[in-house]
């Protein structure tokens, strides 16, 4: 519409000053005669495009998947040790005097006897296998979608062809 009453504007100020009118009438007539033009043209055009087609668009919905990671679990694995009390039975070796009644002379004899020395050191018992596998199973997921459908209503008497309808 601004661009009509420009145009007219522009248009009355030509005339008003051709025919010895003040400009600035001019440019008010002008202006006001582009805007009833513009009026009548987009009423025509209204009008014009009633009888043509047109559409309506129809939207339904889709489901968008999407998966994300949650931590469902935690599992914490350690070691304890668990101590116990083992009794061993070993044979001991040692010497001993023995002396006859005989002389008088002195012997000296050492005398030895074994010795228990306990050392530990770690055997291996048993081995534990930790890791993770991926298990895949299937999950059903249900949403109401909803979908737009054209429904016609006439009223009076309308001659409506239906091309989706072949009856």
């Not at 009026?39 to 919905?61: C, G, I, N, P, Y």
């Not at 018992?125 to 054209?150: D, G, H, P, Y």
Request: zero cysteines; aromatic letters at 4%.
């Amino acid at each position: 519409m601004g661009k009509s009453v420009l145009i007219g504007a522009i248009i009355g100020s030509v005339i008003g000053w051709v025919m010895g009118f003040a400009i600035f009438t001019g440019i008010i007539v002008g202006a006001i005669v582009g805007g009833v033009i513009y009026s009548l043209f987009s009423r025509r055009t209204t009008k014009a495009s009633d009888a043509e087609e047109q559409m309506v668009q129809l939207r339904e919905e889709e489901l968008d998947i999407k998966k994300d990671r949650v931590q469902t679990g935690e599992v914490k694995i350690h070691k304890e040790v668990v101590e116990d009390t083992k009794t061993i039975t070993v044979p001991i070796r040692r010497q001993e005097m023995v002396i006859e009644a005989g002389d008088e002379e002195q012997y000296r004899i050492p005398l030895n006897e074994e010795e228990i020395e306990i050392h530990k050191h770690p055997v291996k018992l048993n081995e534990v296998s930790i890791s993770k596998q991926q298990v895949t199973e299937m999950q059903q997921v249900k949403a109401r979608l909803k979908k737009e459908t054209a429904n016609i209503n006439v009223d009076g008497i309308a001659d409506v062809q239906d091309e989706n309808n072949s009856d």
